[in-house]
Nanobody, 122 residues
Framework: QVQLVESGGGLVQAGGSLRLSCAAS????????MGWFRQAPGKEREFVAA???????NYTDSVKGRFAISRDNAKNTVYLQMNSLKPEDTAVYYC????????????????WGQGTQVTVSS
């Protein structure tokens, strides 16, 4: 079992930056692939970024060059650094975990956090 708690969301002006954190419980965090998803009002939840247990990363095209996912296995935490934020990045951001990297990137992971709101004003 993995429990995930996100933090770091908030209100920021366009062009600004935020860093989201996701703290995971459990002693096997380093074995899990981790991901970030987001859901804007009236839209489906979409994949944003993922990182494997070994540090390989993957991003959706709309955030490439602006967002960076990283992990600190000693702290059981995964991060999402978001730079050059745009109003269209406004959404609830969810942390996710799964033992299978492909699942975290493209389908529904087994574990989810509660989400943190990110609002980007124009």
């Amino acid at each position: 079992q993995v429990q995930l708690v996100e933090s770091g969301g908030g209100l920021v002006q366009a062009g600004g930056s935020l860093r989201l954190s996701c703290a995971a419980s459990g002693r096997t965090f380093s074995s899990y692939a981790m991901g970030w998803f987001r859901q804007a009002p009236g839209k489906e939840r979409e994949f944003v970024a993922a990182i494997s247990w070994s540090g390989s990363t993957n991003y959706t095209d709309s955030v490439k060059g602006r967002f960076a996912i990283s992990r600190d296995n000693a702290k059981n935490t995964v991060y999402l650094q978001m730079n050059s934020l745009k109003p269209e990045d406004t959404a609830v951001y969810y942390c996710a975990a799964d033992l299978v990297y492909k699942v975290v990137r493209t389908t529904t992971p087994g574990y989810w956090g509660q989400g943190t709101q990110v609002t980007v004003s124009s």
